[in-house]
Structure formats: structure tokens, C-alpha cells
């Protein structure tokens, strides 16, 4: 493949981006508001390395002509024009977690491994014919951000490869471990302070940078926690009536009782983006 094009979008597709050595034809993206400085910083690479650069909702598919491959990365919107020019990077081992936060899915069911796959796209989403799969074993607890990166190693060890391999083959998928991970809306941040204090500080992390952070209600106001510490555990009676309330604050730091185990808020912004002042014991997170 001479020359290539890159659809892509978000933290993900930033850091491709700037780990590949190869120069894109062109780059088309959008913003996808997942909380971060991404489109902004995708757009200053484009201008700083002279890289043509789109928005998606005014880009001319006749461009495509002008490229033997488009790869697409942190993708989110389904592909219905000129498939066949086409490689779609997905971060799950599919056909394991189609759709979507596969990475996010695969954090919260503590999964031994993260996968990615690419593949020739069809109208039916995540699906089509299957060129590289590749797995990568994490330990825990790790944070979105590193798996993140882990993908997008993942990605770009990929895309060296497609680069190379002119003659590219179809890989056989086991169909019978398919899988599907669904959308994520604000709801899904919310905390279950009825989980233990390891499994809250595991859901934290999963939804951390680049995305908003997960969230629990604090004086009846959202907040987004960060950062947590899992801490010694208390012999509390009759803990059920108590969960989510606070026990005591170490260095303005909140320590909260779990459904099993404690744990201590390190870092939470409130909607406004300003890190939320914590002062009094007598208050429950809900």
C-alpha cells in the first residue's frame, strides 16, 4: 500500500496518530465529547505536519480515490460509502464485544487479556472479514489510559503489518464465543457503593481519563471520581444501613464504606470541572 488515509477520532485515534512513522494522504475525524482534548490536538498534529485534514460531515468521498487503503480507528459511527476501501480497528478480540466500549466491558468483567482486531467492513456492525487479531495480558487494577495505550500498541503493530502485506489473508473466528457490549450513557458511571471497595476502585479506573470519570451523587449534586485507595477494612455494624456514608476524612480525603471493605476518594471534580472540597463526615454518597 503506496498511500493511505486514516478515519479516526478520540484519544485512540489521537495517539495512532502520532505513533505511526508512515505520513497519511489525508485525515478525516470528528469530536466525539468523550471528555477530553483529543480533536483539538488531533487537529495541531495535522497543521503542524502538514497532513490534509477533514471533518467528517464535509468530507468529499471522491477523496478516496486518491488512496489505496482508509484505515479507521475510534470509529463510532457505522461506514456505508466505499466499503471495499476499508480496514476498521476494533478494540476487542472479535468476534468477542462487538459494538461498543469493548475496552471499558473487558475492564469491568476483570478480563485476563485486552484483544483488538481489524476487518474488511460490511453494513452489519463490527462484522466482515476478519485480517489480523492480536491479545494482550493486563494485571489489576489498571486504569483506562494504560489500556488504552496497550490498544493502540496493539493498533499501530497492526497496521505495520497491513503495510507490508500486500496479499492480505482472512483470519477463522471460533463464532460461538461471540459476544456484544452495549452502549454506555450517563447512568452507567454511577457507583454501586454496595460492591466491595477493590471492585469500585477497578470502576473508577475504567472510566477515568480520557473519559469523564465515574460518578456518585454528593450533597444530592453529581460528582466524577478519579482517583481512589482502597483502605484497611472496618468491623462496621450493621453495615447495610450504612453504605456509602462517609467514615471519616484523612487530609480532606473522604473515606467511604463499602459493601465490603473501605475506600478513599483521592481526586473528584464536581460538573464544573473543579475538584470538589470535602469537609464533612456526616454525609452519604448515594
Known amino acids: 500500500m503506496n498511500n493511505f488515509g486514516l478515519f479516526l477520532t478520540g484519544y485512540k485515534?489521537?495517539?495512532f496518530l502520532q505513533r505511526i512513522t508512515s505520513v497519511p494522504s489525508f485525515v478525516v475525524t470528528y469530536e466525539?465529547?468523550?471528555g477530553s482534548d483529543s480533536h483539538t490536538d488531533i487537529i495541531n498534529y495535522c497543521a503542524k505536519n502538514n497532513i490534509s485534514l477533514y471533518d467528517s460531515k464535509n468530507f468529499d468521498y471522491s477523496t478516496l480515490e486518491t488512496v489505496d487503503k482508509v484505515f479507521a480507528i475510534g470509529w463510532q459511527f457505522l461506514i456505508k460509502k466505499n466499503l471495499e476501501k476499508f480496514i476498521v480497528f476494533h478494540d476487542?478480540?472479535?468476534p468477542e464485544k462487538k459494538g461498543f466500549c469493548p475496552v471499558v466491558s473487558s475492564l469491568l468483567d476483570r478480563s485476563e487479556y485486552l484483544g483488538v482486531s481489524c476487518f474488511s467492513p460490511v453494513e452489519e456492525r463490527d462484522s466482515g472479514e476478519l485480517i489480523y487479531r492480536m491479545k494482550r495480558e493486563i494485571s489489576y487494577p489498571i486504569k483506562i489510559k494504560d489500556a488504552f495505550d496497550h490498544i493502540v500498541d496493539m493498533f499501530v503493530d497492526m497496521f505495520d503489518n497491513l503495510l507490508k502485506n500486500e496479499n492480505l489473508r482472512s483470519v477463522c473466528a471460533d463464532n460461538t464465543v461471540q459476544s456484544y457490549s452495549v452502549w454506555?450513557?450517563?447512568e452507567d458511571l454511577r457507583i454501586d457503593w454496595t460492591n466491595?471497595?477493590?471492585a469500585i476502585k477497578q470502576f473508577v479506573y475504567s472510566l477515568g481519563y480520557p473519559y469523564s470519570g465515574s460518578s456518585s451523587l454528593y450533597d444530592d449534586d453529581p460528582i466524577y471520581i478519579h482517583d481512589?485507595?482502597?483502605m484497611d477494612d472496618l468491623n462496621i455494624s450493621n453495615r447495610k444501613s450504612h453504605i456509602g456514608k462517609t467514615w471519616c476524612i484523612e487530609n480532606g480525603h473522604p473515606v467511604v464504606i463499602c459493601g465490603h471493605?473501605?475506600?478513599k476518594i483521592t481526586s473528584a471534580k464536581n460538573v464544573h470541572g473543579d475538584?470538589?472540597?470535602f469537609k464533612k463526615v456526616r454525609k452519604r454518597f448515594k
Open 32 to 34: 466525539n465529547h468523550e
Open 196 to 198: 466491595s471497595s477493590s
Open 261 to 263: 471493605g473501605m475506600l
Open 275 to 277: 475538584d470538589v472540597v
Open 228 to 230: 481512589a485507595e482502597v
Open 184 to 186: 454506555r450513557d450517563e
Open 92 to 94: 476487542s478480540f472479535l
Open 13 to 15: 485515534g489521537l495517539c
